[in-house]
Nanobody, 121 residues
Framework: QVQLVESGGGLVQAGGSLRLSCAAS??????MGWFRQAPGKEREFVAA????????YYTDSVKGRFTISRDNAKNTVYLQMENLKPEDTAVYYC????????????????WGQGTQVTISS
């Protein structure tokens, strides 16, 4: 089993920055990622990173603004978010899996509780 605990959400103005953290405990995870869900919308992929090879993936709308990274010693993944926009407002969920996963919700077996990110215009 893997437990995920997120932190770092909050309220910022457009153009601002936030950093989300997700600490994993339990078994080693090869894939960790972030998804988000805005009110009235489906949960969508944001970014992912694979352990050891450090390959990263981003959805097009966040490329150049968000950076995903991980600290394997701490088993923690981070999402640095820059130049935030009102449309980035959502609950952000950390996801993890013990295998090298794809970019779909069903590819991840473990989920955090979510952290709210609100961007004011």
């Amino acid at each position: 089993q893997v437990q995920l605990v997120e932190s770092g959400g909050g309220l910022v103005q457009a153009g601002g920055s936030l950093r989300l953290s997700c600490a994993a405990s339990g078994r080693t995870t090869l894939s960790m990622g972030w998804f988000r869900q805005a009110p009235g919308k489906e949960r969508e992929f944001v970014a992912a990173i694979r352990r050891n090879i450090d390959t990263t993936y981003y959805t097009d709308s966040v490329k150049g603004r968000f950076t995903i990274s991980r600290d394997n010693a701490k088993n923690t993944v981070y999402l640095q978010m820059e130049n935030l926009k009102p449309e980035d407002t959502a609950v952000y969920y950390c996801a993890a899996d013990q295998k090298y996963s794809g970019l779909q919700l069903d590819d991840y077996n473990y989920w955090g509780q979510g952290t709210q990110v609100t961007i004011s215009s």
